[in-house]
């Protein structure tokens, strides 16, 4: 499985990352999560300009809501000759909280390729190291809301989703350093991806360091910094070093932050739901940072966009930001 980007006419080969499992994964990943969400007939046209521009890596989740339109646009890729059948296709999806238990696991992931049209996912990461009551809003929790999430029995239950041949690799998001060791104690099978929020005003220094150390591939949402309309900031996209950099190498200074999560042996997942800025966000292999630059992004102050305060409460599992992270915040 190998992605393309535009070079003028030319397609560029961009050879694909080798996870632990032995699967192949297409770099960089198209992001699917958005608000507001466009209508699901447009988003699946968008996801076809997509396939048509060169991604074939598509990352969607439980919560998103895009999972039928991600499979709707892989079908119709193939129907017109896009791409031969949907094994070209790398297709990420997750495990809300609402579903993290162990007997919740396997008709969650069910559920998924069903709405999917699928047989199997590439890859399937736990959402969040969260689990709350299956009938809550996890978009407006309440303290009552939370339950204890047991790590362990969770992972023993993706482990099955691999058995089954369900998920080709599984792994997780947003899970500290901490987490991730406590995981790799009992896995039989060690999770192939930690996703997590990952940007040049967000570099996760330690966590890139550590999943190396562990053989984990590090994927990297939110790799533009969001827009700050919800949650994130302008941190990334109005930053005055990579502006600079920018005009520098005549690049948008999109391409130079992906670029940079690139050469940090990230995967980048980038949502735009633009034709263009599709394209251009692909245009970030044949040419690479300076040593001097990446002394000057490694400057950029840092910050975390999204906390995860949503998850916090005093009778929960996490009464702080911090025990959320583990302190690594």
């Known amino acids: 499985m190998e992605t393309t980007c535009q070079k003028t006419d030319k397609l560029v080969p961009i050879p694909p990352i080798v996870l632990n499992s032995g699967h192949k994964m297409p770099t960089p990943g198209l992001g699917t999560a958005a608000h507001p969400m466009p ?17 074939r890596h598509i990352d969607t989740a439980a919560i998103y809501g895009t999972e039928e339109a991600v499979g709707r646009a892989v079908a119709a890729a193939v129907e017109q000759g896009l791409i031969k059948d949907r094994d070209e296709v790398f297709v ?14 396997l008709p969650a992931l069910k559920q998924t390729l069903s ?14 190291p969260i689990r709350v009551r299956q009938n809550a809003n996890s978009f407006n929790l309440r303290g009552e809301d939370m339950l ?8 023993d239950a993706m482990e099955e989703c691999v058995k089954m041949g369900l998920a080709k690799s ?11 060791s406590k995981v790799l104690e009992f896995a039989t099978i060690p999770p192939a991806v930690n996703q997590v929020e990952m940007n040049v005003s967000w570099q996760q220094q330690k966590m890139v360091e550590f999943c190396k150390e562990k053989g984990i591939h590090v994927c990297a949402w939110s790799p533009l910094g969001a827009n700050g309309a919800i949650w994130g900031s302008l ?29 940090q042996g ?12 599709m394209k251009e966000n692909l245009q970030i292999f044949n040419w690479e940072l300076t040593s001097e ?10 910050a975390k966009g999204f906390t995860g305060e949503r998850f916090v409460f005093p009778e929960g599992q996490y009464k702080s930001v911090e025990e959320l992270w583990d302190g690594e915040i």
């Open 235 to 263: 941190a990334v996209m109005e930053s005055p070093v990579l502006k600079r950099i920018a005009a520098t190498k005549n690049k948008s200074l999109a391409q130079v932050a992906l670029r940079w999560v690139y050469e």
């Open 266 to 277: 990230a995967t980048p997942i980038v949502k735009s739901f633009n034709k263009e800025r």
């Open 39 to 55: 209508p699901p007939d447009h988003l699946t046209t968008i996801l076809i300009e997509a396939i048509a521009a060169g991604y």
């Open 293 to 302: 630059e990446l002394s000057e992004i490694q400057k950029i102050p840092q």
């Open 170 to 180: 599984i792994g997780v998001s947003n899970f500290s350093c901490a987490k991730l």
């Open 115 to 128: 709405k999917l049209g699928m047989d199997y996912v590439d890859l399937y990461l736990i959402h969040w």
């Open 148 to 155: 204890y999430f047991d790590i362990k029995e969770v992972w």
């Open 92 to 105: 990420t999806s997750k495990l809300f909280v609402n579903d993290t238990h162990k007997d919740l696991v």
